[in-house]
């Protein structure tokens, strides 16, 4: 079945939102058939703890202003390493570049298909 229109406009959203903080290797996978949970993550990167503040801060941001959401639920906010943004149909995943290589959630959801981001995204990607 796949991750509905909905969750790919606002994973979209949130990429053009990271991509404004200069986030690094972003990545949405479609893992509606894996989960039944949630249809899409976002895996976005930032160099240092302020900027993966700040990218939070840009998505959180535009998905209020775009879809008039806000997260179910936010984990890690202010450490600046690792923090989760989960929207119900998507989970966003704002990582520190280590703790990016070193938990590797690409390789561990490298069977769920990706979402092509949008050429915005791409041209600041």
């Known amino acids: 079945m796949g991750a509905h229109a909905d969750s790919i406009a606002l994973v979209n959203t949130a990429a053009l939102a990271a991509s404004e903080k200069l986030a690094e290797d972003m990545v949405a996978l479609d893992v509606a058939e894996r989960l039944g949970i949630t249809d899409a993550f976002l895996i976005v990167s930032g160099g240092s703890e302020p900027q993966v503040n700040a990218i939070v801060d840009e998505i959180q941001a535009k998905?209020?202003?775009?879809?008039?959401l806000r997260p179910v639920r936010r984990e890690g906010f202010g450490l600046g390493r690792w923090v989760l943004l989960d929207y119900g149909d998507v989970v966003v995943h704002v990582q520190h570049q280590e703790d990016r290589v070193f938990y590797a959630l690409e390789r561990l959801w490298s069977d769920c298909p990706v979402i092509e981001l949008a050429a915005e995204v791409k041209k600041n990607d």
């Open 63 to 68: 998905v209020l202003e775009e879809f008039d």
